[in-house]
């Protein structure tokens, strides 16, 4: 066995590859439970803020998921380490918990007209998105970000562990340091506005974007690694924001839908 399939069957004890379908299970449910917020909430953000002010607006509700993808990356490997992998995901579940009854307890509750889902409606709602011809570029684009990005993000212990350059903790502050790259961009975006059009902001995004996986082939130290992974989440926040705040008004009345779209596109890639 590897070193690193070795770890793995250090955290899990009792429990390894035979429960993996077990945990992918899991993890589908887990998609379907947490799958709609963030597309309601990108959504009400557009119902609520101008054109000129949605760009800010959506880049500091990003700062949130930022600043939990900074914390969580880095903490879960350290936590895995040292009490086992089964704390991590049930510390994972009782943070879901409190956040549903705190969201559900504080956010005003609004009545509005209920439409009755059926298989149709929701095919005519995407046929109104689709009618707006960015909606393919939009699209295509979020799902080759998920491809050429994320799509390395499960490996970079592997790879760390093959270079003998760390291990599962260093591969969580070097994910960790995605998150730093676009808190970077939220602190900056306001200003950058002032500059700069929105075609310049995915420009430089993916010229920005390929640092930090070209560092895991160099035979630097993983800090190196750290260092390009921020810039690369930087490059990624200027690219990534741009396209949301395009998602966000490719339907106007039909936010959520044109919103989820975007969301599956990505994740799919």
Request: charge should be neutral; aromatic fraction near 10%; proline fraction near 4%.
């Amino acid at each position: 066995k590897t070193a690193y399939e070795i770890k793995e069957c250090d955290w899990s004890s009792d429990v390894c590859s035979s429960d993996l379908e077990l945990l992918a299970l899991a993890r589908f449910c887990a998609g379907l439970a947490g799958g709609g917020v963030i597309p309601a909430c990108m959504a009400a953000i557009g119902d609520a803020y101008p054109p000129e002010k949605r760009q800010v607006s959506i880049s500091t509700f990003v700062t949130m998921n930022l600043l939990a993808q900074i914390f969580a990356t880095s903490a879960s490997g350290i936590v895995g380490d040292n009490f086992g992998w089964r704390v991590v995901i049930f510390a994972s579940a009782c943070i879901a918990v409190v956040a549903a009854l705190v969201t559900r307890a504080m956010l005003p509750h609004e009545e509005s007209p209920s439409q009755r889902f059926t298989v149709g409606v929701v095919a005519q709602n995407y046929r109104v998105v689709f009618r707006n011809p960015k909606a393919v570029l939009c699209y295509s684009t979020v799902f080759l970000e998920g491809v050429a990005l994320f799509g390395i993000l499960p490996y970079i212990g592997d790879i760390l562990i093959r270079q003998s350059r760390g291990g599962v903790p260093e591969a969580g502050i070097i994910m960790g340091a995605l998150g730093i790259g676009g808190l970077v961009y939220v602190l900056l975006v306001s200003r950058l506005l002032k500059h700069f059009e929105r075609y310049h902001f995915m420009t430089a995004g993916g010229i920005l974007m390929p640092a930090g996986p070209l560092a895991l082939l160099a035979s630097a130290p993983w800090q190196f690694a750290v260092a390009a992974f921020a810039v690369t989440g930087f490059g990624f926040m200027l690219l990534h924001n741009s396209i949301q705040t395009e998602a966000v008004d490719l339907a106007p009345t039909l936010r959520q839908s044109s919103y989820s779209l975007h969301a599956f596109s990505f994740l799919s890639g």
